[in-house]
Each structure stands twice: as structure tokens, then as C-alpha cells.
């Protein structure tokens, strides 16, 4: 059964009090590595894939991109996406990552941000993407990084004072679910080495033109200090390739 925590009351209202929810792209410490990774979407027909508040989708229309469409298994994220763009012509569609079909070579650009982790079957998924993408076509993505998966604890040993003093690892090349918790809810997600990851791109019949571990900016931490520790371990990886 595909994952639908969002749709879920509480769990709903406590991601949107995360300050990404609140303040958008610029309250995400990867966003100003992200930007940059994304391409020109002038013209472009961009599919968000787990679309959430639509951020993405909005940005990519802002840019000019052409038709825009954002996808999310979660009625309430639709709908709160469909309420923040209302004044953009986006389509969004409430459906699941791992059932998309659309026409073959039908996007020239494919986005996902921090959704994949949540997916059993990576392979698959990316194999879709590469068939609805036309040849030279973008496909960029951010999830969890494997260091940050690779635990189900996902936290920081601290100490009795409840200092953090260093971020495990632990079961790496254990590759498979996590049974997590996320904003006081158990979430399911499935690790993965990056050995697995990268090779998933490449064998999904796709050339990779970058990878990122992201870090917040300078001026990211003046305004949200509280991210500091990010520095001390990637908790996202952020690819970009294109269809051969």
C-alpha cells in the first residue's frame, strides 16, 4: 500500500508549521544549491513529482515554463498547492509517484523534491521517467542522503545534557525499509547506499551532469540559525542528468 501520512489531520498541521511550509523555497537549505542545479525552463512542459505545496511548480511557472504539472498522493497537499498557486496555470493531479503515465517523451523536464525515499522501488519509477521524457531531457531530484538513512533513528547522539554530539551511521550496506519517525508520526522510508542511487540513474538510461551533498548558505543561517548543524552532515543529495 502507497504511504499517505500527509492526509492525516494532525500530521498535516505539523508539517505546516515547519518553517519551509511557512516561509517556501527560501526556508530550504538546499534550495540555493537546487536552484542552480534546475534548467532554463522557458517553454518547457515540467512535471513535479510528489509536488507537496506546489513551491516547485510555481517557481518552474514563474520561470516561463510552459504547462506545469504537479502530482501528490495527499488530497490536502493538492489542495494546498491549488490554493498558494491559484492565480498560475498549473495543473495538478492527485496520484502516486510510482503510477504515473503519461505519453512517452511527453515533458522536457522532470523534478522531485525529497520524495524518493519514500518509494520501495526506485528503479522502476526512474525507468518511467526516462520513457515520458523527451531525448535531452532534465531530470532532477533531491531526497534523503544514504548518511541520513542509513539508521532508523535518523538523530543525534547526545549527551546527558542532551548535547549533540555526533551523527551515527550505522547498517549502511543494509539496504531496505526504516521504520522512522517524522514530526512525531512513524513514516516508512527505504534506505539506500549511494552506490545504489547513482547507479539506479545511470542504468535508468540517463547521463548524470551533477550530484550535490548541499549545505545551507551563509545566508541561510543568518536568518535560521537553528540550521547550523546541517554543517556537520549532508542530510540531502541532489542529482541532475538528462535522457540519453
Known amino acids: 500500500m502507497k504511504q499517505n501520512k500527509y492526509d492525516d489531520p494532525s500530521f498535516f498541521e505539523s508539517y505546516g508549521k515547519m518553517q519551509r511550509s511557512i516561509d517556501g523555497l527560501n526556508a530550504a537549505g538546499e534550495w540555493h544549491v537546487l536552484q542552480k542545479m534546475l534548467p532554463d525552463f522557458q517553454n518547457k512542459k515540467v512535471l513535479d513529482l510528489g509536488c507537496g505545496y506546489g513551491w516547485h511548480c510555481i517557481y518552474a511557472k514563474q520561470k516561463g515554463a510552459k504547462n506545469v504539472i504537479g502530482i501528490d498522493l495527499s488530497q490536502k497537499m493538492i489542495d494546498k498547492a491549488k490554493e498558494l498557486s491559484k492565480n498560475l496555470e498549473i495543473e495538478y493531479k492527485k496520484m502516486a509517484i510510482e503510477d ?27 525507468l518511467k521517467i526516462n520513457q515520458i521524457l523527451k531525448k535531452g531531457g532534465s531530470f532532477v531530484f533531491s531526497m534523503e542522503h544514504p548518511a541520513f538513512t542509513s539508521r532508523a533513528e535518523q538523530d543525534w547522539f547526545k549527551d546527558e545534557n542532551g548535547n549533540r554530539l555526533h551523527w551515527p551511521i550505522d547498517n549502511y550496506q543494509e539496504e531496505g525499509q526504516r521504520k522512522t519517525k517524522f514530526l512525531g508520526h512513524e513514516v516508512t522510508k527505504y534506505h539506500r547506499n549511494l552506490e545504489t542511487i547513482i547507479n539506479t540513474v545511470i542504468k535508468s538510461n540517463f547521463d548524470i551532469q551533477e550530484i550535490s551533498e548541499p549545505k545551507p548558505s551563509e545566508e541561510v543561517l543568518k536568518i535560521y540559525p537553528e540550521m547550523q548543524d546541517e554543517m556537520r552532515r549532508p542530510i540531502f543529495i541532489i542529482i541532475s542528468a538528462i535522457k540519453k
Open 100 to 126: 504515473i503515465n503519461f505519453d512517452h517523451e511527453e515533458f522536457d523536464v522532470v523534478i522531485s523534491s525529497l520524495a524518493f525515499h519514500y518509494l520501495k522501488d526506485l528503479r522502476s519509477v526512474f
